[in-house]
């Protein structure tokens, strides 16, 4: 039996990117600013004072970023839909020019052969919404439901995969518990009143999907396997409870219609009793998981590290990233196999994995040498097709990113880009990490 890898015959290879981070024009035509657009603008919270104000300018230079996917070969391309762009006041009036944007994008990439995948939410709410409460107002349920309907009845019939949430677990940790993120609040309190109401609109979107869509619809969670740092009973402990806090947190209320229980002992006191009926709204039935997958964390018991009480150990032979994230490709088999066994074989779509290393500027030729980013995507196909053969339900793949973009609160500095670009004359140009995955994606992995 020849040991080539070959992946699933439809296998699907994409690469990701969020609107905020890549489309500039945050209020051009009629576009609401979001809570991105006042977090950025607030000094302080994103490194060299960048903003999205213009970022990779993608909501002027759509077709030409397309034309860059179809040169790449991609089959699939995950992006998000900035909500304030589409119904500016978060609620009611569609702004006609910013539907049009995404609709314009859908055709061109069903053009050339793309498919859509579309993120509903990625961190960028609308401002007005949090200034009534946001995450923290049940009512956002019912103001995400109306702005999914809204998508899905202009979009369904050429979109056939949508994610409702990126990431529930950033926002409530980023935005709320840990203020490093928009809304930047620092509550323990809030924290998981977000989470909940986050899971709530999901199961409100979705039901409203089961009302009016024809296609699939999933979650997109970020996972992070958690190993304990010593065999000591503390340190096994911490690693559980960090495992219930990033992972559990989200998914076993989706599937099995309630918390970990770990949870109480993560928030104690500032753990809420939650009403039965939420369980029924957020436990709709999904067609995929979609799952964001980076590194590990090596975990131990640390007392004064509120409120999970866990901290990553460096692991001194290790690879990093330029964010700090070990380079461990057997956390996201060991992922991938864990979702399979808690709840029941998903079909699953990695809809991120990828690296920021410091990549070299442009050399002469036009080309880009990012080996170590090379070999990071390597080293993870081979993981997937791993799990793969073991059954587990794997359908497809995206990068992050397409494009080097602002990357939160760290702005440009960090690249994460299969595509370089540069910011001060918007040039993009293929890395060697590009033409490597388009010969992953022409030989459906045989290459790796
Ligand atoms: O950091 C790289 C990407 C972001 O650019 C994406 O917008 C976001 O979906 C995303 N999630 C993760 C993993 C979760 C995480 C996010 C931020 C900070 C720490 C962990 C990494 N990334």
Redesign the pocket.
Known sequence: MSNAIEFPKNFLWGA?T?AY?IEGSPLADGAGPSIWQRFAHSPGNIRDGDTGDVACDHYRRSAQDVALMREIGLQAYRFSISWSRVMPSGRGAVNPVGIGFYDELVDRLLAQGIKPMVTLF??DLPETLDNQGGWLNRDIADWFADYARVMFERLDDRVTSWATL??P??VSD?GYLNG??APGHHNRFEAPIAAHNLLRAHGAAVKVYREVGKHEIGL?V?L?PKYPASESAADQQAAARGHAYMNGQFLDPVFFGRYPEKMKDVYGDAWPEWPAEDFELIRQRLDFIGV?Y?TRSVTRDEPSALPVRAVAVRQPLATYTE?GWEVYARGLSDTLEWVAARYGNPPLYIT?N?A?FFDPPVAEGGRVHDPLRIDYYQKHLRAIHEVIQKGVDVRGYCA??LLD?L??A?GFS?R?GIVHVNFATQERTLKDSAYFYREVIATNGAVL
């Open positions: 990701s969020s981070q990625h961190w990126n990431e677990w950033v980023g490093t993120l997109v970020n992070e964001n980076y964010t991120e990828g920021a992050w990113s973009n990357e939160w760290h960090k994460f």
